[in-house]
């Protein structure tokens, strides 16, 4: 028996329950004559598992004695994942669903919170809560549901593109036989930290983009982020970006952690810099205000289950601070 997630855009088909929306895993027959086997269609992907972070921490962890809060929370997020939090083995989309022919339970039009029962909820809302490896994996979903959408036709020729015929990730032209794989987006993301010139107390740098909105009566602050250009190294380009957008130069530039991010199928790649000098001049088309905060007084900043969150938070943990 095949599970499958169901999607409809941004939005992923979930169960209201005591502790919020939750994911449904629909199941939908092998055998199914309304399905085709065939693991890669328009609408419809196989998906790869994705590991929680104490695949790669357990070892470090044994070896260091490292019983920090960052660990054990990404190790009670893992916990969490194995107790009702299953991955799948597929996605597709509603469209897809209903042109199958494949049982879905009543949905809701609203995703209200109020309501009792299913509806499609937005994965920047779910992503607060779930664990790691399941949100890496709805991001995954999405992803190459919108890859699917956006590459039906052959961008050499322009002749209708098909599905590789060996279970392999590319839309193929059957005219030109180029294979069109599904593209990440490396993005870098910097948190730059000093010490406050007057007090000594660690400072962060956070910026308010525009993105983020102008009418909010608490506007957020998230980090100095951007796109990898051709020819550049990762360290390259927080420099680049930094300097692009306010204007200083950093140093003691150092790689923490990555994050896929389905915004449109980014891999945002977070790092650590120490402020070496400059004054802030933001990049206005990109940025409202931006400046030097004392983690002791952070405005409101990105929520938990983004890299941005995690990012800070590592920085104010590092002084006795939780965010």
Known sequence: MAHTFVFDGDTILCHQTSDGWWPLRIQCP??????DEQPYQ????ALHESLPPS????NELSETGDTSNIAKNEIAQDDMANAGAAQTTNAMTYDYARAHHVPLPTIDESSDDSIHGNAFVHYRQLM?????????QISQAIQLLRWQ??????SRCGSPA???ARSERAMVCPVCQLHQYPRVQPCVITAITRPNPATGNMQILLAHHHRHGQQQS????????GFVEVGESLEHAVVREVAEEVNISVSNIRYVSSQPWPFPSN????????YAGGDIVIEEEELSHAAFFDLSNLPKIPPKGSIAHELIAQVAREHGIEV
């Open 30 to 35: 092998q055998d199914n004559s309304n399905v």
């Open 42 to 45: 328009l609408g419809y992907v």
């Open 55 to 58: 695949h790669w921490l357990a």
């Open 128 to 136: 607060i809560q779930m664990p790691v490896a399941l949100s890496d």
């Open 149 to 154: 959408a956006d590459t039906q036709f052959c």
């Open 162 to 164: 098909v599905h590789a």
């Open 218 to 225: 608490t506007p957020m602050y998230g980090l100095i982020a």
């Open 267 to 274: 891999l945002m790649l977070g790092f650590r810099a120490a």
